[in-house]
C-alpha cells in the first residue's frame, strides 16, 4: 500500500466545478472518493459510500467541504488503539487532516473488506467501505462488525453490506433524512413521545442548547459538528500534536455538557 499528502493545484473555476460532480478521476488508475459535508457542518459523508476494485487500485480521497476538515483513516489497532477493519497483513493508512481541496491516496494490494472513517466525524457516522477483489460476503465482517465492537452506533449503521456494494459495484451516499425515518436492518428508528423534540439542523446555537438540555442527542451532535474544526485547530496550535489535540476537544465536549445548565447564553457556545 502507498499513500501520499499534498494540497490541491489550484485551477480554474469552470474545471474545478465540473471536477467537482464526479467521483472518479480523469486517470483510469484512480478512483476518487469525495469528503463533504453541509455548510452548516450539520451533517458529513463520503461519497461513494462504498466501493468494489480490483488488487492494485488507487483511491484518493479529496475534501470538497468548504466547511470543514476531514481525514481518511483505516480501522487498525495502530492507529488511534481502533478495532482492526482491514484484512490481515495490510498496511493501514492515516490521511491526517485535509482542508478543503486537499487530497490523499492509497494504492490497496491486499484483497478483501477495508473499513475507514473520518477521525473528527466517526460519532457523526462519517465511515467508508471499500472491497478488494472478489469472493468476500458479510459473513466475513461479522467479527468486527458484531456489537460491542468498539465502534459508534451511527457509524455501525453508516457501512453498506458487502453483498450490496459487489452487486453495484459503487454505492452512493443518500440524501440526508432525520433520525427517525431512516431504517436499518429492517427496523424503523422512530422517537419516542417522551423524547425531546427534533432539531433542525439550520437551527442557532440558542435553540440547539436548549434542545440539548432537554436530552435531544441530535442536538448535542450538531453543536459538536459545528464547533469540532475550530476546536480541533485551536487546540493543535497549543500542543502541537493530533492525538493530544483530540484528547484536549473531547474533554472540552464533556466539560461543556456536563455544565450546560449554566450557559447563560451571554456568548457563542463555541
Known amino acids: 500500500m502507498r499513500g501520499t499528502r499534498r494540497r490541491a493545484l489550484e485551477v480554474g473555476g469552470a474545471f474545478l466545478a465540473a471536477f467537482a460532480v464526479s ?4 486517470g483510469a488508475d484512480t478512483l476518487d472518493i469525495v469528503m463533504d459535508g453541509r455548510p452548516n457542518g450539520s451533517h458529513v459523508w463520503f461519497n461513494p459510500l462504498g466501493i ?11 475534501n470538497r467541504d468548504p466547511s470543514n476538515s476531514h481525514t481518511a483513516t483505516a480501522y487498525h489497532p495502530d492507529l488511534f ?5 482491514i484484512p490481515e497483513g495490510a498496511e493501514p493508512w492515516d490521511s491526517g487532516y485535509l482542508l478543503p481541496e486537499e487530497f490523499f491516496s492509497v494504492t490497496l494490494t491486499v ?3 477495508y473499513d475507514y472513517y473520518c477521525l473528527p466525524h466517526e460519532h457523526a457516522g462519517m465511515v467508508g467501505r471499500i472491497v478488494v477483489g472478489e469472493g468476500f460476503r458479510d459473513s466475513e465482517t461479522e467479527p468486527y462488525a458484531a456489537e460491542g465492537a468498539g465502534l459508534p452506533e451511527a457509524a455501525l449503521e453508516a457501512f453498506p453490506s458487502v453483498e450490496e456494494i459487489l452487486t453495484a459495484g459503487v454505492v452512493e451516499h443518500q440524501p440526508w433524512t432525520e433520525p427517525s425515518e431512516r431504517i436499518s436492518g429492517g427496523r424503523t ?12 439542523p439550520a437551527s442557532d446555537d440558542a435553540e440547539l442548547v436548549v434542545l440539548a438540555r432537554q436530552g435531544s442527542e441530535q442536538a448535542v451532535r450538531l453543536l459538536v459538528q459545528r464547533c469540532n474544526q475550530q476546536l480541533f485547530r485551536t487546540a493543535r496550535g497549543v500542543v502541537r ?5 483530540e484528547d484536549v476537544v473531547q474533554e472540552a465536549y464533556v466539560r461543556a455538557f456536563t455544565n450546560l445548565d449554566s450557559f447563560r ?3 457563542r457556545f463555541s
Open 265 to 267: 447564553g451571554e456568548a
Open 23 to 26: 467521483t472518479r478521476s480523469r
Open 189 to 200: 428508528r422512530c422517537q419516542s413521545s417522551n423524547q425531546a423534540s427534533p432539531a433542525d
Open 111 to 113: 484483497p478483501g473488506v
Open 241 to 245: 500534536d493530533d492525538a493530544e489535540a
Open 81 to 85: 488503539d481502533r478495532p482492526l477493519r
Open 52 to 62: 468494489h476494485i480490483a488488487p492494485d487500485q488507487t483511491i484518493r480521497w479529496i
